[in-house]
């Protein structure tokens, strides 16, 4: 018998107290109920899912363990679909699976599928090929050329750094040059934890990278309309703002950051504001809102077109477009792209009438990045802008949240506070997602982000990108200098705010390399947070919360080695970390302090009081645990007597050297020479337990071993490097 319409069946007290029991008792059936209730997030796990089967893939060193692990996927999906019997547990953990296994099964063939060969050793080249692609950075005196090369003994694709004062400014992509350069293969870690550019170079089809050496012949071509327009409008916006100011004005529009000085970029960096410089969510959102607002007041102008046409509609057609414009115009790089196509999901649900933001967009939006650019899981760009997008969503999606914040009958003064309370409770929660992520990747974060944001996000929005489209738009008539002075000083604004949080007393926190368990656990944690409604949400802080322990419990390396065996980075009795060859590079001592967890100068090894050096060696004592541990290290290219050498290593627990040292050395406990740093790559290592980090591990990842190309040795006399010669 049907029940009456508008009401629901009824039913008995007596089955209702019988369900609530057999909940209790029956783990499974509790399982069921509660995935009833959170039935509208279920969806949201899909990104993760397909995103954990591709993290599974790098993780993974060998083929035979990514076969094992597609297959116990689908082995899972079918054992769920055969015993679960219907219910939501069953076809969540079958979707979930078949996801995963999609995932990793996506980026293998991702991987296979740009492969190309890679440089297989340094080398002094003549090239004369076409230019892809041109990045300017005038802040360091460079341009950086993509070259598609056409010898076979060179890989397909290099990247060359040239003095931008050998480049006319007429070059643009398809141009033909001809130059002598030092080519390097990509470079893997330098030591554990660090930056690998092997990994990234080989998804973007990188061989190898180098320095141009001597004159420069161009062979000039008609470079594209979006080239030429990004050029121009770069050159442009120099012209009318100078210096570092002007590098924050370019990246804006174009893209191109690279007026930007090393010391402004590490400042906004330390303050939480480098992603303002990324063209990317924020940048996208703006020019698609303000397209919108001034599209509608346009067409609402015009009776006609308001009755014929749904102008929400028209505005959305016409943002969308100008998004499109404004990604190809700024380059259509990756985090651009991804930011594309979230807005045009978004714009797709205004159109349909539906909420505009909600997880259930974020979710397509980064299931549509993840098929596409499956290695974009693996980048700290990927992940930090979809935490903090998901992080932004999911605090104002809660009803405590909302109820808090919401329109209302008020005063204006109510009305400013409560904005300035949501801003400000924002960006504590955006710092608190990212924190972990920053520290993962960067072994720094800045914990004064969240109040730099709350000024620089409004200024950067409502005054700097509206003041640079209306200035560009009044430079056709001659009329743009005074707004071009208004957006001048608000960039010198933001530029003094980033240097002043950046120089605050404990601006930074900074950790050692970062276990990945500690990492994955508080990812976990967090999305459990995030994705689900009900109360059990907060079951995430557990796997949170045990991850930064995990993190901060991290111990910090007591002696680090570069992969080449030429710097070494020693921790002092007093817990400074110093290092072997006090002229290393800039870069060389910004890795090495990263990875020791240190925000600071790293001191000499030479000043150290439990340490004698000379012009060829340095020795140090370490103490750790009770023990006392020697170690010995090689800083010069100059031959040491095989007497001496042996007698060092016989009285050391450690030995590290940049060459091959004699078979009869071996020290009480490690040997670090050429040879076995080639096998294990950069290593780490806690004296306290022992325990070695390395970078080289076995494993399948074609960028690991992939196939080589060697050019000659020497250049052949009379000949000139050129195709077919």
């Known amino acids: 018998m049907a029940s009456r319409p508008g009401r629901a069946p009824s039913t008995h007290p007596g089955t209702l107290q019988i369900g609530a029991w057999a909940a209790a008792f029956n783990p499974l059936l509790w399982i069921e109920h509660w995935l009833e209730r959170e039935r509208d997030q279920l969806a949201l796990w899909l990104p993760v899912a397909l995103g954990g089967g591709m993290a599974a893939w790098l993780m993974l060193p060998a083929r035979g363990q990514w076969i094992a692990f597609i297959l116990g996927c689908l082995a899972l999906a079918a054992a769920a679909l055969a015993t679960g019997r219907g219910g939501r547990l069953a076809r969540s953990i079958a979707v979930g699976a078949l996801a995963a296994a999609l995932g990793c099964s996506l980026i293998w063939w991702r991987a296979d599928r740009v492969a190309a060969p890679v440089l297989a050793r340094p080398a002094v080249?003549?090239?004369?090929?076409?230019?892809?692609?041109?990045?300017?950075?005038?802040?360091?005196?460079?341009?950086?050329?993509?070259?598609?090369?056409?010898?076979?003994?060179?890989?397909?694709?290099?990247?060359?750094?040239?003095?931008?004062?050998?480049?006319?400014?007429?070059?643009?992509?398809?141009?033909?040059?001809?130059?002598?350069?030092?080519?390097?293969?990509?470079?893997?870690?330098?030591?554990?934890?660090?930056?690998?550019?092997?990994?990234?170079?080989?998804?973007?089809?990188?061989?190898?990278?180098?320095?141009?050496?001597?004159?420069?012949?161009?062979?000039?071509?008609?470079?594209?309309?979006?080239?030429?327009?990004?050029?121009?409008?770069?050159?442009?916006?120099?012209?009318?703002?100078?210096?570092s100011a002007g590098g924050i004005a370019a990246a804006l529009v174009t893209g191109d950051r690279g007026a930007i000085t090393p010391e402004d970029d590490e400042a906004l960096r330390r303050a939480g504001l480098a992603h303002l410089l990324s063209v990317s969510g924020l940048h996208v959102t703006a020019v698609v809102g303000a397209?919108?607002?001034?599209?509608?007041?346009?067409?609402?102008?015009?009776?006609?077109?308001?009755?014929?046409?749904r102008l929400p509609l028209v505005a959305a057609l016409i943002a969308a477009g100008v998004a499109g414009f404004y990604t190809w115009l700024t380059g259509a790089e990756v985090p651009t792209v991804r930011s594309l196509v979230a807005a045009l999901i978004v714009l797709a649900a205004l159109a349909l009438g539906r909420e505009a933001i909600t997880l259930r967009l974020v979710a397509a939006g980064a299931l549509v990045v993840l098929v596409l650019w499956p290695e974009s899981i693996a980048s700290a760009s990927f992940q930090l802008s979809f935490a903090a997008v998901t992080a932004i969503v999911a605090l104002h999606e809660s009803p405590v949240v909302h109820s808090w914040f919401a329109p209302r009958e008020e005063g204006r003064q109510w009305r400013l506070l409560r904005g300035l309370g949501s801003l400000l409770l924002t960006g504590l929660v955006i710092e608190l997602v990212l924190m972990p992520i920053g520290l993962f990747h960067f072994h720094k974060a800045g914990l004064y982000g969240s109040l730099a944001n709350l000024v620089a996000i409004p200024l950067t929005t409502f005054v700097v990108m509206p003041a640079e489209a209306l200035a560009l738009l009044l430079d056709?008539?001659?009329?743009?200098?005074?707004?071009?002075?208004?957006?001048?000083?608000?960039?010198?604004?933001?530029?003094?705010l980033s240097n002043a949080v950046a120089g605050a007393p404990g601006s930074v926190a900074a950790l050692p390399t970062m276990p990945v368990a500690a990492f994955a656990l508080m990812v976990a944690g967090g999305l459990w947070i995030a994705l689900w409604r009900t109360r059990w949400r907060w079951l995430g802080t557990l796997p949170f919360a045990t991850g930064a322990i995990m993190a901060v419990a991290a111990p910090a390396p007591d002696l680090i080695v570069t992969g080449d065996g030429r710097h070494v980075e020693i921790r002092g009795r007093d817990g400074s970390m110093r290092?072997?060859?006090?002229?290393?590079?800039?870069?060389?001592?910004?890795?090495?302090?990263?990875?020791?967890?240190?925000?600071?100068?790293?001191?000499?090894?030479?000043?150290?009081?439990?340490?004698?050096?000379?012009?060829?060696?340095?020795?140090?004592?370490?103490?750790?645990?009770?023990?006392?541990?020697?170690?010995?290290?090689?800083?010069?290219?100059?031959?040491?007597?095989?007497?001496?050498?042996?007698?060092?290593?016989?009285?050391?627990?450690?030995?590290?050297?940049?060459?091959?040292?004699?078979?009869?050395?071996?020290?009480?406990?490690?040997?670090?020479?050429?040879?076995?740093?080639?096998?294990?790559?950069?290593?780490?290592?806690d004296l306290d337990s022992a325990r070695v980090a390395r970078v080289a591990w076995p494993g399948d990842q074609p960028w690991l071993s992939p196939v080589r190309v060697a050019p000659p040795r020497l250049p052949q006399p009379g000949r000139s490097g050129r195709p077919g010669e």
């Open 579 to 685: 290092v072997l060859r006090e002229r290393a590079g800039e870069y060389v001592r910004g890795m090495l302090s990263e990875a020791a967890g240190i925000d600071g100068e790293l001191g000499a090894i030479d000043d150290a009081d439990d340490a004698r050096c000379s012009r060829d060696v340095c020795t140090a004592t370490l103490g750790a645990g009770g023990r006392r541990w020697r170690v010995a290290a090689t800083r010069s290219g100059d031959l040491i007597p095989i007497g001496a050498m042996l007698r060092l290593c016989r009285t050391s627990d450690i030995v590290v050297s940049d060459r091959r040292l004699p078979r009869g050395c071996e020290p009480r406990w490690l040997r670090l020479d050429r040879p076995k740093l080639a096998k294990t790559g950069g290593v780490s290592i």
């Open 125 to 243: 080249v003549d090239l004369a090929a076409p230019v892809e692609r041109i990045e300017r950075l005038p802040a360091r005196g460079i341009v950086r050329l993509t070259l598609a090369t056409e010898r076979s003994d060179l890989p397909p694709r290099v990247r060359v750094n040239v003095d931008a004062a050998k480049l006319r400014a007429g070059i643009g992509a398809g141009s033909r040059v001809m130059l002598k350069a030092r080519l390097m293969p990509p470079a893997a870690p330098a030591v554990p934890g660090a930056y690998d550019f092997a990994r990234v170079a080989w998804f973007s089809g990188l061989g190898a990278t180098g320095t141009a050496l001597g004159p420069i012949t161009i062979e000039p071509t008609r470079a594209t309309s979006g080239e030429r327009m990004r050029d121009r409008l770069t050159r442009h916006i120099h012209g009318r703002v100078e210096g």
């Open 291 to 309: 397209t919108m607002l001034v599209a509608l007041r346009l067409l609402a102008l015009f009776p006609v077109l308001a009755i014929r046409f």
């Open 476 to 496: 056709a008539v001659g009329l743009g200098a005074p707004i071009w002075w208004v957006a001048e000083v608000a960039l010198k604004g933001l530029l003094w």
